[in-house]
């Protein structure tokens, strides 16, 4: 809600009102450290039971709050990527490293949202649902350069998420988004040379695709 600079001290508030308790949560952070550089907390998210955010000093590191909760919680910390962060319900879902994982109210620990050796990114949650873009299929791509990454969904109550694009290789596909009703992203498979837009230095011909979730329905 604000930022305040105090002398030999940077302080940030969060404050949140939760729909299922009627509780205001007023999360503060302080920086202890002299800094003109301070960074604040970001990509605040906000759910039914979670407020969560990122802070990057001085590693990066997720953190939530909930109704009930005292404290801030440390969810994930010395991590080299942090975030996003999504609320769902009671699910933190949030970027660790190369890593998608999750959080439930009552749990000690986060967990990985789909074990794997390979890099994925970009998470999107929606009512219960969960999307990203995954590497498992190519393991010579990266978070940073993608080769062919393919997008992956996990259904409410599965512990096996679904490969949702199966075309020709070599495409780059990037920006996942989700809702109740449909699955979309960015796709190059069109374009005459669809894996040149993975590093960003050029501009491939891309499209909007979409996976219809009821009919699980793949359209251009």
Same mark, same amino acid.
Do not use: C, K
């Given at each position: =809600? ?24 007023? %999360? ?21 039971? !979670?407020?969560?955010?990122?802070? =990057?000093?001085? =590693? ?39 890593? %998608? ?19 994925? !990114?970009?998470?999107? %949650? =929606? ?80 499209? %909007? ?12």
């Amino acid at each position: =809600s604000g930022a305040s600079r105090e002398p030999g001290r940077e302080r940030f508030d969060f404050i949140a009102r939760f729909r299922d308790g009627a509780a205001l949560a007023r %999360v503060v952070w302080s920086d202890p450290a002299v800094r003109r550089d301070a960074v604040p907390p970001g990509s605040p998210t906000l759910s039914s039971t !979670w407020l969560g955010w990122t802070w =990057s000093f001085p =590693s990066s590191s997720v953190w939530g709050a909930t109704a009930t909760g005292q404290n801030p919680l440390a969810v994930r910390s010395d991590l080299p990527i942090a975030g996003p962060v999504m609320a769902d319900g009671d699910t933190l879902i949030f970027q660790a490293g190369i890593r %998608v994982e999750r959080m439930r109210r009552g749990m000690r620990q986060p967990e990985a949202l789909s074990p794997t050796s390979a890099d994925q !990114w970009s998470p999107v %949650v =929606s009512h219960g649902r969960i999307a990203w873009m995954d590497q498992r299929d190519e393991p010579r791509g990266t978070r940073e350069r993608p080769r062919n990454p393919q997008v992956y969904l996990l259904e409410p109550g599965s512990t096996t998420p679904t490969r949702v694009t199966r075309d020709a290789p070599a495409a780059f596909r990037a920006w996942p988004w989700l809702d109740d009703a449909w699955l979309v992203w960015v796709d190059t498979r069109s374009d005459a040379l669809p894996d040149r837009g993975a590093d960003m230095s050029q501009y491939a011909r891309a499209d %909007v695709y979409g996976y219809q979730l009821a009919t699980h329905r793949e359209v251009a």
